[in-house]
């Protein structure tokens, strides 16, 4: 049964095609040479029905080409590769062949073929591209904003902005920062010395252990549970590699997750030496399984609870391999809390509102009442035994992992679900370096070295070079249900939330994540949420989704201002 059966249901209809995408890669036609990306991936979304995620760029310098994800103040250069995301290759190739002169009036993107004037327009365009600047262009360009600039002197105005707006973005830094003359004795080192991270000094594991009392005490909210299963002796799983994208830099320091880790002291002091440096975590020593742990460090007032288990499954039966966090996981779902428990009051904003960890208490959520509305997920070794993690699920013992409700709702996730990356990467090696940046918050070559040769994160002095890493884009997640975008849940299409986004805040929108059951009228109806990947443009918004976006850095630590210029 594929997408749009009548025997499915309409979730599962709406999930499936979200699955048939995949990543491809495409040389951008000669017509988008000049283009912001912004204005480029609208006009590839509106006129093409592709989602463009990201582009090639080849610095100046002829260092290291570099994939940017959304981009801001970025034109398209000449023979760009673009990053996307679609049905089949043979889509992406739209992204080649158009041609503003032929194909602006065609309102079916399948009518965009090969035309006869490609190959002069490319030649047009590259030896545009070519001509030698005058430095005096370069001044009278620098206040020009985008939208005054005419295509001819689209090429003259790459150049302009790209000058005077590092150095604008050098001097604010020096400003905000970094002095010229950095005093390193009185400088703080918030970064590590790639600049991609968060990082502390080194601190100890007895500094870190919370009891039950204290973890009680501590006012935990909006926070990350690890229930980690292991013996003493059980092999290293790298906790650094779940922690580390959670302390990426272009997170502002208030907007960083706690991470509290529930589990046996003795394997996490083992794994301790990876963590040290990383700021806001916490580790309970105690069982995943107990409830009265669960309760200490409020478990149904995080903002996701991971289940993790390092143990070496027997040989005997593949379905045992993964009966601790399994159980883990319906243990938490069979919970119920009180909702007036550790739920603060909104005006708790006070200067002095400070939780025992030193971190400001924010109201994030209203705590779950049910176990069964915390948000989970529980990594699997054995496939089929996703059946066991939903009791209400229905789902036929033979399914697909991928055609699972647990999986589509992002409940559960397998280790076999690489070797669909490893495939994917086969045929396009690209594509595992651009979602290696989207999973792993930033990934730079040096930072690699240093993790490869064992030396762990070391701290770096904050200067203009680093802290311009900071300045990349992070997946987030929008409500429609109230803020700037709520408009857009009354009926409108998918299409205009995708314009209206990108133009106005600077954020590439990727997908919805929907609840399964839209009216939770029925008895039958439930909280959970699935995922629809790059949805048709035509598609219907409903007030209650959410919205996956590409987010754009921004300097000014403001709730929700993703104003893609700069004040």
């Known amino acids: 049964m594929g997408p749009g059966s009548p025997d499915m249901a309409a979730w599962q209809n709406d999930y499936l095609k979200g699955t048939g995408c995949e990543m491809y890669t495409e040389t951008i036609s000669p017509t988008f040479t000049g283009m912001a990306f912004s204005q480029a991936a609208e006009t590839c979304f509106v006129k093409l029905k592709l989602l463009l995620l990201a582009i090639e760029i080849r610095p100046d310098d002829g260092s290291d080409r570099k994939i940017s994800i959304n981009p801001r103040g970025v034109k398209i250069s000449p023979n760009t590769v673009g990053f996307f995301i679609a049905q089949s290759a043979e889509e992406v190739k739209r992204a080649w062949f158009f041609c503003k002169a032929c194909h602006e009036d065609i309102k079916d993107e399948k009518q965009i073929k090969k035309c006869k004037c490609k190959a002069l327009a490319g030649s047009k365009k590259t030896s545009l591209a070519t001509m030698p600047i005058k430095p005096s262009a370069l001044k009278k360009t620098v206040s020009m904003k985008d939208g005054n600039t005419n295509a001819v002197n689209g090429r003259t105005t790459i150049a302009a902005t790209d000058g005077p707006k590092k150095e604008k973005t050098e001097s604010r830094l020096d400003a905000d920062s970094t002095p010229n003359d950095i005093d390193f004795k009185s400088t703080e080192m918030r970064y590590d010395s790639t600049g991609m991270f968060h990082w502390t000094q080194s601190t100890s594991i007895e500094d870190s252990i919370l009891d039950r009392n204290q973890a009680a005490m501590t006012v935990l909210n909006g926070h990350v549970v690890v229930c980690l299963f292991a013996d003493p002796d059980s092999p290293l799983i790298g906790l650094r590699n779940l922690v580390m994208p959670l302390r990426a830099s272009n997170f502002h320091y208030h907007e960083l997750k706690h991470v509290v880790i529930v589990g046996a002291v003795d394997y996490i002091r083992r794994e301790w030496k990876t963590l040290q440096n990383l700021p806001k975590i916490s580790v309970l020593n105690g069982s995943p399984l107990s409830r009265a742990d669960l309760r200490a460090v409020n478990v149904n007032l995080c903002d996701m609870c991971v289940i993790l288990s390092a143990k070496v499954p027997s040989n005997d039966d593949p379905t045992l391999a993964d009966k601790e966090a399994i159980l883990a996981s319906l243990n938490i779902k069979a919970m119920t809390f009180d909702d007036t428990i550790g739920v603060l009051n909104q005006s708790s904003n006070a200067p002095d509102a400070m939780s025992p960890l030193g971190s400001p208490i924010v109201l994030h959520r209203k705590g779950s009442v049910y176990g069964s509305n915390v948000p989970m997920i529980t990594e699997l070794v054995n496939d089929s035994n996703v059946q066991f993690l939903d009791q209400d699920d229905d789902d036929d013992p033979d399914t697909e992992l991928y055609l699972t409700q647990p999986f589509a709702c992002g409940t559960a996730f397998a280790v076999s679900v690489l070797d669909s990356l490893m495939s994917t990467t086969y045929f396009n090696q690209n594509a595992l370096t651009l979602i290696r940046s989207l999973i792993t918050g930033g990934a730079t070559p040096e930072l690699e070295i240093i993790l490869a040769e064992g030396a762990g994160l070391r701290g770096g002095y904050s200067t203009p070079d680093t802290l311009s890493h900071r300045d990349r884009c992070r997946v987030g997640q929008i409500s429609l249900s109230d803020g700037p975008l709520a408009t857009f ?29 839209a009216a939770l009228t029925t008895v039958d109806a439930t909280s959970k949420r699935y995922v629809i990947t790059n949805p048709p443009f035509d598609f219907g ?26 004040v």
């Open 489 to 517: 849940g009354e009926g409108r299409k998918y299409q205009d939330l995708f314009v209206a986004s990108l133009r106005n805040y600077g954020m590439l929108c990727i997908g919805l994540y929907r609840l399964r059951d």
């Open 541 to 566: 918004l409903l007030p209650t989704d959410q919205v996956y976006v590409l987010l754009p850095f921004e300097r000014k630590q403001s709730r929700f201002s993703f104003s893609e210029t700069e």
